[in-house]
């Protein structure tokens, strides 16, 4: 079955310190991978998604994400955060046994230290 | 472009009354809609999903129930809350094809007295 791991439950950064959050997928094909953020009290914002071609994906915010199929990960990265970025992150994976669902995983929350 | 709107924000119910959450959807036609529950501090559970009118799937068994009486409207309701159903709620959609993502809406905070 497919699923998503973020490691890291909390996380806490410096401000204008380089960021990376973790995802681990299981999926049996290729795999349609997200990144959403989420800021307390609010819906769910797309970061970036993968789908197939360069392994390096831009997303808005400044982040950036990189699929590497021998490691099943979908890393999210930031060189330098801001006070803003503080918020809840999570990787997601469409679902192939339905056309329908997306599989997220736990979240990684993000605290930043002035 | 596309849009999606829910309410109410705020929600504050006792114990046994009835709910009814709305979540529309504007500038698509015959989307993936989706409800999900996400408790304090933790990830989102998905309840309900439905790919047209009237078609609904279930996740999971519990209090509540979903229709889609319109292509594009949704709705949680339950005839009776329990307090385990506190929590937030988001409403989203997405188009049939698997490779999009899903957008959501701004959410329900509910709250059982």
């Known amino acids: 079955a497919q699923s998503v791991t973020q490691p890291d439950i909390h996380i806490t950064v410096s401000e204008g310190a380089s960021l990376e959050l973790r995802c681990n997928y299981s999926y049996g094909a290729t795999p349609y991978l997200f990144w959403y953020v989420q800021s307390p009290g609010q819906g769910l914002q797309l970061l970036l998604k993968?789908?197939?071609?360069?392994?390096l994906v831009q997303g808005i915010k400044g982040f950036e994400a990189e699929f590497k199929r021998s490691q099943s990960s979908f890393n999210l990265r930031k060189p330098s955060v801001h006070w803003s970025d503080a918020a809840e992150y999570f990787c997601a994976v469409g679902a192939y046994s339905s056309a329908s669902k997306i599989i997220f995983g736990s979240g990684t929350r993000l605290s930043i230290r002035p | 472009s596309q849009t999606i709107h829910q309410w109410p924000a705020t929600l504050v119910q006792p114990v046994g009354s009835p709910l009814s959450l709305e979540c529309t959807v504007e500038?698509?036609?015959?989307?993936?809609l989706y409800w999900y529950r996400q408790a304090a501090g933790r990830g989102l559970q998905l309840l309900f999903y439905s790919v047209g009118i009237g078609q609904i799937s279930s996740e999971v068994p519990q209090n509540l129930s979903a229709s889609r009486p319109q292509d594009r409207q949704f709705i949680l309701s339950s005839k009776k809350l329990l307090l385990s159903d506190s929590g937030f709620y988001l409403c989203?959609?997405?188009?049939?094809?698997?490779?999009?993502?899903?957008?959501f809406g701004d959410g329900t905070r509910l709250s059982i007295l």
């Open positions: 993968y789908f197939s071609g360069d392994t």
């Open positions: 989203a959609w997405r188009t049939g094809d698997r490779a999009q993502p899903q957008h």
């Open positions: 500038g698509t036609s015959n989307p993936n």
